[in-house]
């Protein structure tokens, strides 16, 4: 096939490229590199499948040619307000790639008669008041709170995307990923396990907000690239979950990321940052995905810390 893959100069979409082009698909990666990094694709750069647009996806997307398939991925991930990559620090530019990059995404599909697949989140799921959560569960989120932009984008994406499904009988699919993590995250991220990681290898305290008893699910990055790959061949319009069902605390991650690298750093509680801010429990419900996909994670958490550290002590 040949296929678009919007922010696929990311964390997770350059993986995905990498297994697409083993798979003999021609791909074209749409990027601005405000949150992606021209680094994740140097080694796919001059392969005949292979293809770089650098180009803002809420302003236009202008891909010349036949497309079977679009990945649409682009946006800013990270909760960090005092990264640069993340949301909150590109509030505006995090709506627009979920409203009017979306919609220009979907419109080149409609074009080219093509799959469409929606990377959505979690945190349409905000603060949940059910757990595990599950595809059905509506959630529990604060349209105004400091996560809003990154909700609510992707909130609006889940449903112009099954609006242009119904209304335009589009082939379209929408997954919705929990936390992952493993190399090439950014550094200096700000989501937990790259600041966990990047703190212990230069034996810095690893910075727990509030009591650390928060819990969260973590997916190792290949795990996710083989549901995103099954997802694409199946014909399910519904959302469907993808991530690791395996919860603990944020308090015990730490603890094992010290384990895995040897660090004898001490653990440092901050200030709680909870109120509107950082759900309580994250765990997914993959009841669905067992069902359609015939996929669950299959790298244990210490075995894709363990890879993660090994990239991360590469840069550092």
Not at 124 to 152: A, C, F, K, L, N
Request: hydrophobic content about 35%.
């Amino acid at each position: 096939m040949r296929v678009v893959v919007t922010g696929g100069a990311g964390f997770i979409g350059s993986h995905l490229c990498e297994r697409l082009i083993e798979a003999e698909h021609e791909v074209v990666v749409v990027d601005n590199l405000v949150t992606g990094d021209a680094e994740n694709i140097a080694h796919l750069e001059g392969q005949d499948r292979f293809h770089y647009i650098q180009q803002d996806v809420s302003d236009t997307i202008s891909v010349s040619g036949e497309v079977d398939a679009i990945w649409h991925l682009a946006s800013p991930a990270s909760p960090n307000p005092m990264s640069p990559y993340g949301y909150p620090q590109l509030p505006i530019q995090t709506l627009k790639v979920g409203a009017l990059g979306t919609h220009n995404a979907l419109g080149l599909a409609k074009a080219n008669k093509a799959t469409f697949l929606l990377s959505s989140t979690s945190e349409v799921y905000g603060d949940p008041e059910e757990h595990p959560q599950r595809e059905d569960y509506w959630g529990h989120v604060d349209p105004i709170g400091p996560r809003s932009m990154y909700d609510e984008a992707k909130r609006f994406a889940e449903a112009i995307t099954m609006a242009y499904h119904r209304y335009h009988e589009m082939d379209t699919r929408i997954v919705r990923i929990f936390n992952t993590y493993g190399p090439r995250m950014r550094l200096d991220d700000g989501r937990v396990v790259p600041n966990f990681l990047r703190q212990a290898i230069k034996g810095e305290p690893l910075t727990i907000y509030g009591d650390g008893q928060q819990t969260r699910s973590f997916c190792y990055i290949d795990d996710l690239v083989d549901g995103l790959l099954r997802l694409m061949e199946v014909e399910a319009h519904e959302p469907i979950n993808l991530g690791n069902p395996v919860e603990m605390t944020i308090e015990e991650l730490a603890k094992l990321v010290l384990l895995i690298t040897g660090s004898k750093a001490e653990l440092e509680f901050l200030a709680d940052r909870r109120d509107r801010t950082d759900p309580q429990q994250r765990r997914p419900d993959i009841t669905r995905a067992k069902d359609l996909l015939g996929w669950e994670p299959k790298v244990s958490l210490e075995d894709g810390l363990q890879r993660t550290m090994e990239d991360f002590r590469s840069r550092i």
